[in-house]
């Protein structure tokens, strides 16, 4: 079991920014990959970003290229993103999620944990 826990979301003007944490607990943490997720009210839950055990690969999604940026610390057993030049239609439910994989993956099926999300919302 890997339990995951986000923190860093809240209210934020257009054009700011924001770190979001997500710390994580149990297995080992540096054996997973780690994505984002998000899930606007109404919508299906979109992968964001997502990093590979070690770090050293990362993919976003078109949305997030070149405003979001994603790292990790092993030793923290901790993954962010921080988010820049934040836009109203970035509003949502921010979710980390971990899964065992080679690489990185975008679908959300390849995520066996998740954390229980933090709200992000952006003001016009």
């Known amino acids: 079991q890997v339990q995951l826990g986000e923190s860093g979301g809240g209210l934020v003007q257009a054009g700011g920014s924001l770190r979001l944490s997500c710390a994580a607990s149990?297995?080992?943490?540096?054996?997973?990959?780690m994505g984002w997720f998000r899930q606007a009210p109404g919508k299906e839950r979109e992968f964001v970003a997502v990093i590979s055990w070690d770090g050293g690969s990362t993919d976003y999604a078109d949305s997030a290229k070149g405003r979001f940026t994603i790292s990790r610390d092993n030793a923290k057993n901790t993954v962010y993103l921080q988010m820049n030049n934040l836009r109203p239609e970035d509003t949502a439910v921010y979710y980390c999620a971990a899964g065992w994989m080679l690489g990185t993956a975008t679908a959300r099926s390849a995520y066996r944990y998740w954390g229980q999300g933090t709200q992000v919302t952006v003001s016009s």
């Open positions: 149990g297995r080992t943490f540096s054996n997973y990959a």
